[in-house]
């Protein structure tokens, strides 16, 4: 029996990447799951966005383990729209036990002073304030289900120090870990079925 059977947990920026490969890890290991990915284009980000196909094939992905799967497109940006991909979500397969607030962009690599100012923008709005709204509207689920949960922020070495040419980057995984580093002791922990405060912890890249 896998280590996540009969949960289910939402993943943010689902669609490629890191994102797929926790859904598709977490699947591996019995959950289901609730993916939510802008699937398109960014403002400001000048690499080849992800597409509603790269959605498509993680939900193929987690399907391919046995594992149910429901797929939203939605941008973290947008409290309502992930408010209601994860009551869908909750619809549909019948809990929630955990979040991996994945989603992200890196836009701009310049000088802090050369960047205009819907580049500083966009990136706090999607790295900071997008996992922000991705936890504001999965947490009461959580609390209101009663039996505890897993919250995972993805941060970056770049929330622990500087990386030259990306302030902006920098400052918002920074923000990142300030959030997650001061859980009220009636919230959910990263602790599975506790309730417990615990400290964040970084995987360096
Ligand atoms: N790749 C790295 O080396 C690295 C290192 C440290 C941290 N990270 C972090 O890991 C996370 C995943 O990175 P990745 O390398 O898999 O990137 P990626 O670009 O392959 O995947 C990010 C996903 O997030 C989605 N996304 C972007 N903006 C969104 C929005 N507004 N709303 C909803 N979805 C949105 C994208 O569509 C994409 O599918 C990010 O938070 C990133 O900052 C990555």
Redo the contacts with the bound molecule.
């Keep these: 029996m896998g280590r996540m059977e009969g949960k289910v947990v939402l993943v943010?920026?689902?669609?490629?990447?890191?994102?797929?490969?926790h859904a598709q890890r977490l699947a591996a290991e019995g959950a289901d799951i609730i993916a939510?990915?802008?699937?398109?284009p960014?403002e400001t980000?000048t690499?080849p966005?992800?597409s509603a196909d790269?959605?498509a094939e993680t939900v193929k992905a987690v399907e391919g383990l046995d594992r149910r799967i429901l797929a939203r497109q939605?941008?973290?940006?947008?409290t309502d729209a992930l408010a209601a991909a994860v009551r869908d979500g909750i619809g549909e397969l019948g809990r929630l036990d955990g979040v991996v607030a994945?989603?992200?962009?890196?836009n701009a690599v310049k000088p802090s002073w050369e960047l205009a100012e819907e580049e500083w923008q966009t990136m706090l709005?999607?790295?900071l304030s997008?996992v922000w709204h991705t936890t504001k509207v999965a947490i009461p689920h959580l609390i209101e289900q009663g039996q505890g949960g897993s919250v995972v922020l993805?941060?970056?070495?770049?929330g622990l120090r500087g990386i030259p040419n990306i302030a902006h980057?920098n400052a918002a995984?920074h923000g990142v870990l300030g959030r997650s580093a001061r859980w009220p002791t009636s919230s959910p922990s990263t602790a599975s079925g506790s309730t417990r405060s615990t400290r964040p912890t970084c995987a360096r890249?």
């Design positions: 943010t920026g689902a669609a490629r990447g890191q994102g797929r490969a939510v990915d802008l699937a398109g960014v980000v690499y966005p992800a790269d959605l939605a941008d973290v940006r947008d994945n989603a992200g962009i890196l709005d999607i790295n997008g993805i941060s970056s070495t770049a980057y995984k890249r």
